[in-house]
T-cell receptor, first 115, second 114 residues
């Protein structure tokens, strides 16, 4: 069965650079979630989208922005990168019709290292 | 604000023992509760999902229970094996405004001694 795809899997950037992380949800899933997991930390919710509209917002820095496209894939844009942005970024997807009945399906994550 | 707490933070047990990991949450308005496994530097593997209307789920040597009214869940691992060594994360899907963002606990680092 198709799973959530994230690209790239690994990314190395310098401070003050920008990065774009991509997420391709499971086919027919219309809702995408982004989570950030810092070293030794639990994953923290960043932002979610449903039908290309922002659905909920968590602890996402103003330097970050995200959007969902017509094919339901999502991109997380990170600017003015800081050392503290080094983390594992997870994307998850679900169908709004299944919210509460099924689990979010997580991608393998993108590991971002800021030097 | 929903908070998820896991006890203990770390646990070492000899191989073959049965063990229990504990999770508590402050707001009972949840859609479901999940237990995840995470190996160092790796992604999240979903182990068990319990809907808010259910009391337990079983998969192989794993059994998870949910007491929604008291805000508690346990993950029972039978006949532990060295391959079970990992961090186990408890997470609740919080039902607000039809969104189900997941709120994680900080995890229990489990080490099974050969």
């Amino acid at each position: 069965a198709a799973g959530v795809i994230q690209s790239p899997r690994h990314l190395i950037k310098e401070k003050r650079e920008t990065a774009t992380l991509k997420c391709y949800p499971i086919p027919r899933h219309d809702t995408v979630y982004w989570y950030q997991q810092g070293p030794g930390q639990d994953p923290q919710f960043l932002i979610s989208f449903y039908e290309k509209m922002q659905s909920d917002k968590g602890s996402i820095p103003d330097r970050f922005s995200a959007q969902q496209f017509s094919d339901y894939h999502s991109e997380l844009n990170m600017s003015s990168l800081e050392l503290g942005d080094s983390a594992l970024y997870f994307c998850a997807s679900n169908s709004r019709a299944e919210v509460g009945r099924s689990a979010q399906y997580f991608g393998p994550g993108t590991r971002l290292l800021v030097l | 604000k929903q908070e998820v707490t896991q006890i203990p933070a770390a646990l070492s047990v000899p191989e073959g023992e049965n063990l229990v990991l504990n999770c508590s949450f402050t707001d009972s308005a949840i859609y479901n509760l999940q237990w995840f496994r995470q190996d160092p530097g790796k992604g999240l593997t979903s182990l068990l999902l319990i809907q808010s209307s259910q009391r337990e789920q079983t998969s192989g040597r794993l059994n998870a229970s949910l007491d929604k009214s008291s805000g508690r869940s346990t993950l029972y691992i039978a006949a532990s094996q060295p391959g079970d060594s990992a961090t186990y994360l408890c997470a609740v899907s919080h039902s607000m405004n039809r969104d189900d963002k997941i709120i994680f606990g900080k995890g229990t680092r489990l080490h099974i001694l050969p």
